[in-house]
C-alpha cells in the first residue's frame, strides 16, 4: 500500500498501440513505480477521472467504452494525461502461478508475464482479432487461448481450458476479465478445494481511489475495491456480492448480466 497520492502527475503521451479494434495502449513518460496489479487514477484533462490498470509502470492499456476513453482515443503523441497513483494493493505470487485473463482484463496481469511469474495463461476473447497481448505471453510461458467464434484456439469460454490443466498444479491463481467469467472461474477454484489460491482483480465504480467515499464498497463486509483490493483472494469473495450486482454512480444496485449491455460505465475501470 502506498501514501496517498491526492494530486495528479503530468505525463506526456510517447507512444499509442492499437492493440485491437477497440484497445489501445498509451505510453507515457515518466512511468509509474509500481507492483503488478496495481491500478492508477487517470485525469483527462476537461473530460473526467477514472480508474485504469496499469500494463506496465510506463503503460495504461484502454478500451473505448465511454466518454472519457473516447477522449483518450483522439488524443496524440506528445499529449498530456494526469496520472494518480500507484493505488490499491497487487498480485502476490511465489513458485508455479497459473494467469487466467479474458478481454481487457489482460492488462493488469502483463506484467505478472513480464517479470517471468506466470507458469500458464488461459487466455479468451470473442475472436482473434480481440486477443490482447498473445505475442508477448507466448514469448514468456506457456499460452492456451479460447475464443468464442473458434477463430483462435479452443471454441468456447475461458473458463473452458481450465478443463485441460490440474488446478492442484499451482500455488496462485491470477484472474482478471469480465464478472462474469471471473465469478465462474471461482466457482471451478471452490469445487476443486483451491479457492485460497485465486486471486481475482475486480473493477468496480470509483470516485476518490483513495477509500474515502465508498463508493466501491462491497457487500456484505464493506470491502473497498480501491483500498482493500483491487485484487482479493477467492476466499474473500466468497458470499460477498461478487457476481450478483455491481453499483452505478448513485449507488443504485446494477444486477448481472447488466441490464444495458451497451452502456458500460468507465467510472467501473472496465
Known sequence: MTDLPMMPVPVTIKAIVEETPSIRTFYFDPGIPSS?????????????????????????????????????FNLVVGDKLGIRGPLGNGFAVSGRTLAIGGGVGVAPLLNLVTAGQVSTFLLGARTIAELLFA????????????????????????????DEI??????????????????????????????????????????????????????????????????????DLLETEFGKYTRDA?????????????????????
Not at 144 to 159: K, L, N, P, W
Not at 257 to 268: G, I, Y
Open 36 to 72: 503488478p496489479g496495481q491500478f492508477v487514477m487517470v485525469w483527462v484533462p476537461g473530460v473526467d477521472e477514472i480508474p485504469m490498470a496499469l500494463s506496465s509502470t510506463h503503460s495504461i492499456t484502454v478500451q473505448r467504452v465511454g466518454d472519457a476513453t473516447t477522449a483518450m
Open 135 to 162: 505475442p508477448v505471453i507466448v514469448s514468456a510461458c506457456s499460452l492456451r487461448i479460447a475464443t468464442d467464434d473458434g477463430t483462435a484456439g479452443r471454441q468456447g469460454f475461458v473458463t473452458d481450458l481450465m
Open 166 to 235: 490440474d488446478l492442484a498444479d499451482y500455488d496462485h491463481i491470477c484472474v482478471c476479465g469480465p464478472e462474469i467469467m471471473m465469478v465462474k472461474v471461482l466457482e471451478r477454484l471452490n469445487k476443486a478445494g483451491v479457492a485460497e489460491r485465486g486471486q481475482f482483480s475486480l473493477h468496480r465504480y470509483m470516485k476518490c481511489g483513495l477509500g474515502i467515499c465508498g463508493s466501491c464498497s462491497m457487500d456484505p463486509r464493506g470491502l473497498r475495491v480501491c483500498r482493500d483490493g483491487p485484487v482479493f483472494t477467492g476466499i
Open 250 to 270: 448513485t449507488g443504485s444496485r446494477v444486477h448481472f448480466p447488466p441490464l444495458h449491455p451497451e452502456k458500460k460505465d468507465e467510472k467501473s475501470g472496465e
